[in-house]
């Protein structure tokens, strides 16, 4: 590399808070002038957004999991590059990671509510629905560009001012595959090794259907008798990939979203059980008669009842960044022109302010002419209303969608969608837009907004990438826009087409499960055609409530809401991956050589999540191919070997990854 860019890993403070006076140095210094934006990186970068949100919408409306295209990409650009002998990579390589991933928070946007379009149009044919290639585009386009716009001016706070203070789990695996492909780093032998293993155990997983994905409590008839009749179930995923995001997550906020998880599984599911037996969890089905696993999709809207919650207070923590902002634009357009967010310093250097608010009022005129044109049919006080409501909330949850990303890597866009939802339909039903009209258009909104979060959340990301490396912010910033527009084209042919080849029935569930669009669809329908239960309301008040009270007494509310909104098994494996971070960085009496086992955990776990994710592309690529050759139907993964084989692998797995620290 250039002799002015560091060689090797990062930083010894890259990942702990800093002391009073200390500075962080990033590996490419804010006096070098590394390669960054070239034909080669935007022509990559744009590939890569193509191809992998056409391969994460087929996964998302396949089998509602939209897997984390940030890592794979990185790792192939990582490739191409070494393959190529390219000389001096890693500035390229952070652009083709930033462009790359518009794929999943724009896929992951589009496909969480959109398609609920086409599943009311299904269900009451009469209304006339109509769901064009343009109102998909639009959504997620637009959607996109205000969720980076608004983050941008929250950079510094939270890849700068928080330094060391978040783990940012995402960030973490990907800056070290980046970093694994500069000739200075010897750690590239052990990411190698530890993505080879990782890979290699999700994908005979995902592929062939090896032994289970999750080992539960049922795996036997006594646990699901018991299961049956107490309402208590345990289950956890033995992924390769989420056992390395617990261990970068560590045991603090794994615990308090697993403390999230039991009181939703082990309290509330067999308290409702009790309370409500009659209650009707799912068309035809009460609580009495219904699998644990049944009644927590009706239990966890407490989880968004407390998400909705821990954002209004992660708001109100955030008012003087919040409040910053303003600060930011009154200085841009002042009587002395200051640039805004523009320092002088290269790896400080933000798109203007000017720039962002000029961008944020084109958006705003882009959406009202969509809504008023096509949305509200010319109803000039629907616009009004749906223009506030979707800038307003986009505004507020942007903070929250990044504080997530940065605590545990996982973004409760779908939670806040939920509630976004809710509000829209509410607000839009009193001032006389509800029916079909409504829906639509609630919808539509909801996807603007649950696009507008996922990006930011996503993006927060790639900044922290950027910086620990020493890229510069404002082109990572300036050519997200373009992924953006990429992205928002090919997600939106991938739904059109896939609603073609198999529609988004009501009855076909196993062929376009579509779980997050169908629950917007349940959602919407009752609030616009009649209200929602009482039930669900109450349950929205717990989760209020709790999150209150968490907040009082210091803990993270929005860990504590996570875990009780997804589901237990993707809970577990963090804090079985926290508690051997734990393990290994305690173990001896010399802090040196806890502080150099704690890296080497981080790098095999990075190695983990970047070869399960690869692996999953490839799974998605056979699924989309036709290729089928998971074992005996999967029949044999859900069995009971099958799930002792998968609980027999995963702790074959966590010995070699303790064994792997402590050498």
Known sequence: MEENIKQGGLPENAMRPLQPGEEYKPLMPAKANPKEVTAWSLVLGLLMAVIFSAATAYLGLKVGQVFEAAIPITIIAVGLASATKRKDPLGENVIIQSIGACSGMIVAGAIFTLPALYILDAKFPDANISVSFLEVFLASLLGGVIGILFLIPFRKYFVKEMHGKYPFPEATASTQVLISGEGGSSSAK???????????????????????????????????????????????????????????????????????????????????????????????????????????????????????????????????????????????????????????????????????????????????????????????????????????????????????????????????????????????????????????????????????????????????????????????????????????????????????????????????????????????????????????????GIGVVISLVLNWFGISALAFALGMFIPLQLNLPLLVGGAIQRYVTTRSSDAKVNAERGEKGTLLSSGFIAGGALMGVVSAGLTFGGIDWVIDGGNWAVSTWGQLLSLAAYIGLIVYLVKACRK
């Open 190 to 540: 052990s990411l190698i090794v530890a993505s080879v293993i990782g890979g290699l155990f999700d994908f005979v997983v995902a592929t062939f259907g090896a032994w289970a994905e999750n080992f539960t409590s049922t795996f036997c008839a006594f646990g699901t008798t018991f299961a049956a009749k107490t309402k208590l179930f345990l289950s956890c995923n033995t992924s390769a990939a989420l056992l390395g995001m617990g261990y970068i997550v560590g045991l603090k906020y794994a615990a308090i979203m697993c403390a999230g998880s039991v009181l939703i599984w082990w309290v509330v599911v067999p308290l409702i059980a009790l309370i409500w037996p009659d209650l009707e969890v799912s068309a035809g089905l009460t609580a009495a008669d219904a699998m644990p696993q049944q009644i927590f999709q009706y239990a966890k809207s407490i989880g968004i009842g407390g998400i909705a919650m821990a954002g209004i207070i992660g708001v109100w923590n955030s008012r003087k960044v919040i409040m910053s902002s303003f600060g930011l634009i009154k200085a841009a357009f002042g009587n002395k022109g200051a640039a805004g967010t523009s320092d002088n310093l290269r790896t400080d250097r933000d798109l203007s302010m000017k720039i962002i608010v000029l961008g944020l009022a084109i958006a705003l005129m882009v959406t009202a002419l969509f809504f008023y044109l096509d949305v509200m049919h010319g109803s000039l006080l629907f616009t009004v209303v749906a223009l506030l409501i979707v800038f307003i909330i986009a505004f507020l949850f942007t903070t929250v969608a990044a504080n997530a990303i940065a605590i545990v890597g996982s973004n409760p866009v779908s939670g806040m969608t939920l509630m976004t939802l809710i509000l829209a339909s509410l607000v839009m039903a009193t001032v006389g837009l509800s029916g079909k009209e409504g829906m639509v258009a609630a919808l539509i909104m909801g996807g603007v907004v649950c696009t507008a979060l996922s990006s930011a959340g996503a993006f927060v990301t790639d900044l922290k990438i950027g910086y620990w490396l020493g890229s510069t912010p404002s082109k990572q910033q300036g050519y997200k826009f373009l992924g953006i527009l990429v992205s928002a084209a090919t997600a939106a042919g991938v739904i059109m087409i896939l609603n073609e080849a198999y529609g988004f029935t009501p009855d076909n569930s196993d062929v376009m499960a579509a779980p997050q669009a169908r629950a917007m669809a349940g959602v919407i329908e009752p609030l616009m055609n009649g209200g929602m239960t009482t039930e669900t309301w109450i349950m929205y």
